[in-house]
């Protein structure tokens, strides 16, 4: 069992900046993917960004370029820096880490005022 923490949402206004933070505990051992979705009302969940256990990134075509993810694995805690944020970046936003499973965060909300 896997289990992320999520912090650093928040209300923000169009072109500013907000840091997410996902902190993993438990059974973090061959973790092989892990990142960020986020699902916005009225639509499906969307990749946002993804870290390999080898640090390949990948990214959502409508981030690349403003979003950065990160992993300290020092501290088990994965980053989605976000900035020039725009009011459609708003949803909330949920961790995730695979290994045989998903797992799953409690989500944060990101909300971005034009």
């Known amino acids: 069992q896997v289990q992320l923490v999520e912090s650093g949402g928040g209300l923000v206004q169009a072109g500013g900046s907000l840091r997410l933070s996902c902190a993993a505990t438990g059974n973090i051992f061959s973790i092989t993917f892990t990142g960020w979705y986020r699902q916005a009302p009225g639509k499906q969940r969307e990749l946002v960004a993804a870290?390999?256990?080898?640090?390949?990134?990948n990214y959502a075509d409508s981030v690349r370029g403003r979003f950065t993810i990160s992993r300290d694995n020092a501290k088990n805690t994965v980053y989605l820096q976000m900035n020039s944020l725009k009011p459609e970046d708003t949803a909330v936003y949920y961790c995730?880490?695979?290994?045989?499973?998903?797992?799953w965060g409690q989500g944060t909300q990101v909300t971005v005022s034009s």
């Open positions: 995730y880490a695979r290994q045989s499973s998903t797992y």
């Open positions: 870290i390999s256990s080898g640090g390949s990134t």
